[in-house]
């Protein structure tokens, strides 16, 4: 039987709470990373329970799986942004909303050396046929980089 019981209102681990009360005494990389910017409530892995609280879900930290205090920091962060997250290392999987409304962004983006294709606010059936497109070109024509943002999180 189970006997896992979530802390959403508070540090689940003693040690990390005198970590972020001390501000990271023994580890000037976390100091500075807090300093940054770079804090929980903007790393990919972060699933947040309320407004200040939530689960650490990057297994390569070392504060996995505790209730951490959203502008905790670790040397594991991951930028996403303050938005939605998706639990990935994966940039292009990254939200590009940031927390945003995204609700009439719809983008593609091809790149390669000195070439840069953008097209933007496209209507759901252009954009899904964009997409397919861009995908054929990307192959074709051996783009490095393509992406795609549509609203909702959704991908083609």
């Known amino acids: 039987m ?7 209102n508070d540090w689940s681990n003693l040690g990390s709470r005198l970590m972020y009360q001390k501000q990271w005494p023994d580890d000037p990389a976390c100091q500075a990373k807090y300093e940054a910017g770079e804090q ?3 790393c990919s892995f972060f699933a947040p329970f309320n407004a200040d609280w939530g689960l650490c879900c990057n297994d390569k930290s070392r504060h996995h799986l505790e209730t951490v205090f959203e ?3 670790c040397p ?3 930028n996403e942004g303050w938005g939605p997250h998706s ?14 409304s995204v609700e009439s962004e719809r983008v593609i983006e091809l790149e390669s050396g000195d070439l840069h294709y953008k097209l933007t606010r496209l209507h759901d059936e252009e954009y899904i046929e964009s997409c ?3 995908i054929a070109i990307k192959k074709d024509f051996e783009f490095q980089k393509a992406r795609f943002v549509f609203p909702f999180h959704s991908r083609p």
């Open 132 to 134: 397919n497109n861009s």
């Open 2 to 8: 189970n006997k896992n019981k979530i802390v959403a």
């Open 87 to 100: 639990f990935t290392e994966r940039q292009e999987m990254h939200c590009r909303c940031g927390g945003g």
């Open 76 to 78: 594991a962060y991951v």
């Open 71 to 73: 502008h905790f920091t």
């Open 40 to 42: 929980c409530g903007g």
